[in-house]
């Protein structure tokens, strides 16, 4: 069994700042040989890639947050990380963290931008 915990939502103004982090733990392991991902789902919209970090540190990103959100992973910690940069309404969302093709998910954390 594995957990994943989100944390690090909250409220932010157009162009701030938030930092969402995901801890995994359980009967693992080590996060070293997954691919993790962040996904985020608007109300009444399906849930979509944000971005994604393989095993050997390549990322894919998806179009419309290329430039302003970095991913990245602390394997020794067994955690993934979003930096998330000028903030827009429109990433307004649940984000969920995800463990690779291994169907575990978090329970996601809310992110509103608005002023």
């Known amino acids: 069994q594995v957990q994943l915990v989100e944390s690090g939502g909250g409220l932010v103004q157009p162009g701030g700042s938030l930092r969402l982090s995901c801890a995994a733990s359980?009967?693992?392991?080590?996060?070293?040989?997954?691919?993790m991902g962040w996904y985020r789902q608007a109300p009444g919209k399906q849930r979509v890639l944000v971005a994604v970090?393989?095993?050997?540190?390549?990322?894919i990103y998806g179009d419309s947050v290329q430039g302003r959100f970095i991913i990245s992973r602390d394997n020794t910690n067994n955690t993934m990380y979003l930096q998330m940069n000028n903030l827009k309404p429109e990433d307004t969302a649940v984000y969920y963290c995800?463990?690779?093709?291994?169907?575990?998910w978090g329970q996601g954390t809310q992110v509103t931008v608005s002023s």
């Open positions: 359980g009967t693992i392991f080590s996060i070293s040989s997954f691919a």
């Open positions: 995800n463990l690779g093709d291994t169907g575990y």
């Open positions: 970090i393989r095993s050997g540190g390549d990322t």
